[in-house]
């Protein structure tokens, strides 16, 4: 059974301090990576995709990684802007869906 | 703004009753996905329409049921509703049949008293 664990559940920085988000993920074959942020009350906004270990993608303060077993979004020297929760999902292979973690829920700190 | 569309916004209704949660994807995307987000579970996949036909099906239960038009604009359909299908629903639209970079419509907000 696909499996996403996202880690912290929260995580409170301050303004210019840079951290990482985890997602553990288990899946029977891995299709695609997926990062979004979602505010509160809105729709999750699209990130990134990756698809295989060793893939590296950035935007503006944010960058995923991912390996064999899990995915890291680091972000370096976060405004407040960035508040916000960030969702890892899997698309496992033969797959057409999504399978979402809970999210870990970003405060930054003026 | 992810040019997804739901309406409406909100809806506070009675156990037992029926809705209809509307969903108009980007323009040019075939895909309607449907998720449900409630505090305690995140965001469940629900179904998938790809130009017209289902595609994919997740933990959707048979008191629901979607559909979507040649247009492509789609609809959920929620009936005898009971407290704990009061979530957040929302729509994302895709342009292949893949979920790669889905957009998310705002949501719809269901309140089940």
């Known amino acids: 059974e696909d499996q996403v664990t996202q880690s912290p559940e929260a995580l409170r920085l301050q303004e210019g301090e840079s951290s990482s988000l985890n997602c553990s993920y288990t899946v029977s074959g891995l299709r695609g990576l997926f990062w979004y942020r979602q505010d509160p009350g809105k729709g999750p906004e699209f990130l990134f995709t990756l698809y295989s270990a060793g893939e590296e993608k950035e935007k503006e303060r944010l960058k995923a990684t991912l390996t064999k077993k899990e995915s890291f979004l680091h972000i370096t020297a976060p405004k407040p802007e960035d508040s916000a929760t960030y969702l890892c999902?899997?698309?496992?292979?033969?797959?057409?869906?999504?399978?979402f973690g809970t999210g870990t829920r970003l405060t930054v700190i003026p | 703004d992810s040019g997804v569309t739901q309406t409406p916004k909100h809806l506070i209704t009675a156990t037992g009753q029926r809705v209809t949660l509307r969903c108009s994807p980007r323009s040019g995307d075939l895909s309607v996905y449907w998720y449900q987000q409630s505090l305690d579970q995140g965001l469940q996949f629900l179904i998938q329409?790809?130009?017209?036909?289902?595609?994919a099906k997740g933990n959707i239960l048979e008191r629901f049921s979607a559909q979507q038009f040649p247009d492509l604009h789609s609809e959920l359909n929620l009936s005898s509703l009971e407290l704990g299908d009061s979530a957040l629903y929302f729509c994302?639209?895709?342009?292949?049949?893949?979920?790669?970079?889905?957009?998310f419509g705002p949501g719809t907000r269901l309140t089940v008293t």
């Open positions: 994302a639209s895709s342009e292949g049949d893949s979920p790669y970079e889905q957009y």
């Open positions: 329409y790809y130009n017209g036909e289902e595609r």
């Open positions: 999902a899997v698309q496992a292979l033969g797959a057409n869906n999504l399978f």
